[in-house]
């Protein structure tokens, strides 16, 4: 996971160095939406069950990352719960109901994480409006009296579909900064829970201007701009709307801010690997 943890660090910092008014306010809440996974892993033949999902990776890393406040808010069978439990220690999650948990088949048949087969064996519940009207939900969203708080909403989806376009205005009206994961605008799953390849976003331009932040990687860049660079691709998706992209790739991370109209990069340190 320290390649995980590590990606989230970096996500954390790019949305301070892209927006210096989110650090104007005392405190900082995070809410994570997504997800999260039940997942096979199998690395080179060995095969073990792991707790996954972005919003999973996010929260713990951004507790770890000493945010005051980290809330999950996510769909998941209850039976599932324990496999989750002891890394969210800390973390305020709002499990929605679900008849089925969302189960992510990984087969990594060599050392490249990116040379990785997946499919999907089973999905959990897409999110609705009327989870967005729930209490525990609401509960995470609502701004204090003070407004001494800064709401970062992260939509880190797995799937296309899993959240529906048609939530976007009522989360961005409801947080200060929103960070958005292209794979799960980009990500379809097909018969037999395949996920093989990715496609258009075909409401990035009605969209990406509500976005603070768009995290993508090469294969989200090349389907939404046409180019797997991740400098012109986070140029091109500025231009759009987003205010800033976060490209990553096996070497480290690409940051465009759209504001300066220049990247900003990172290489990741010795023997991390992405």
Known sequence: AESVCSFCSDLGFALFVTRSDVMLKPSVRVALFGHLSVDVVEIKGVRETKPGGGVFFAGVAAKSLGFPEVHVVTKLRDQDRPVFAEAFDGINVVYLPSPSSTCCENVYPTDNPEDRKQRMASLALPFTSSDLESPAVVSVLRKPPTGDCTTVGFVNALWLGEWPEELFQ????????????????????????????????????????????????????????????LVQAGKALTALGARAVLGTQTEGIVLYDGAEGQPHEAQFGSGWRM
């Open 170 to 229: 009522s989360l961005r009206s409801a947080v200060d900064y929103l960070v958005l994961d292209a794979q799960g605008f980009t990500r379809p799953v097909r018969e037999g829970g395949q996920m093989i390849g990715k496609q258009d976003w075909p409401r990035k331009t009605e969209l990406l201007p509500l976005v603070d932040l768009l995290k993508i990687d090469s294969a989200e860049a090349l389907v939404l701009t046409g180019t797997s660079d």
